[in-house]
């Protein structure tokens, strides 16, 4: 298996421009997360995915941010429009909800975004 | 609300045994432990269930403390490829990561 596969793996992008982070989860996994990583506030949940569908967005930061799974092979996050405090590494992670404990959660590589 | 992990930091050996603690204002469902290197995602190491059972890892065992308020992450032997930072991660439905540990295991 592939993975947790996101793209793209750097992005640099001026402020008040449109990013879109993709991630392609692990064939059978049907939780499907994504996190955001900061030195200062460490790694947050943002959203969380139940078979395609949004269970919980309160992590969110604003209106700004948007994630979509149009199906299960397939997530978006979208930040519209961009600001240099967005920059953080935005990482994607499935999980095969039945079994969940026995197999944690698999990471994607991350995404690096750098707004200036 | 974020699991508080202790100590920020650690120093040791190679061959020397370490232990993370991980303390919630809550009872603990459950937690994960995973380990991050720098510049690169975290992996699951393993889960501490909430009766006691593990499932992972070889070397590194989990424990709760009376009130399962607190877990603590066992390291023994430790081996240089154990550097990285360590993460516990607590929840239901949805997990919740922890502050991180430091760890860096020196030759």
């Known amino acids: 298996d592939a993975g947790v596969i996101q793209s793209p793996r750097h992005e640099v992008t001026e402020m008040g421009q449109e990013v879109t982070l993709r991630c392609k989860p692990i064939s059978g996994h049907n939780s499907l997360f994504w996190y955001r990583q900061t030195m200062m506030r460490g790694l947050e949940l943002l959203i969380y995915?139940?078979?395609?569908?949004?269970?919980?967005d309160s992590g969110m930061p604003e209106d700004r941010f948007s994630a979509k799974m149009p199906n299960a092979s397939f997530s978006t996050l979208k930040i519209q429009p961009s600001e240099p405090r967005d920059s953080a590494v935005y990482f994607c992670a499935s999980s095969p909800k039945s079994d969940r404990d026995a197999y944690g959660y698999t990471f994607g590589s991350g995404t690096r975004l750098t707004v200036v | 609300q974020q699991p508080v992990q202790s100590p920020q930091a650690v120093i040791l050996r190679e061959g020397e045994d370490a232990v993370i603690n991980c303390s919630s204002s809550k009872a603990l469902y459950s937690v994960h432990w995973y380990r991050q290197k720098h510049g690169e995602a975290p992996v699951f190491l393993m889960i501490l269930l909430k009766g006691g059972e593990q499932k992972g890892h070889e070397k590194i065992s989990a424990s709760f403390n009376e009130k399962k308020q607190q877990s603590s992450l066992y390291l023994t032997a430790s081996q240089l490829s154990y550097s990285g930072t360590y993460f516990c991660?607590?929840?239901?439905?949805?997990?919740?990561f922890g502050t991180g540990t430091r760890l860096k295991v020196l030759a």
């Open positions: 991660a607590s929840g239901g439905y949805k997990y919740i």
């Open positions: 995915f139940n078979n395609n569908v949004p269970i919980d």
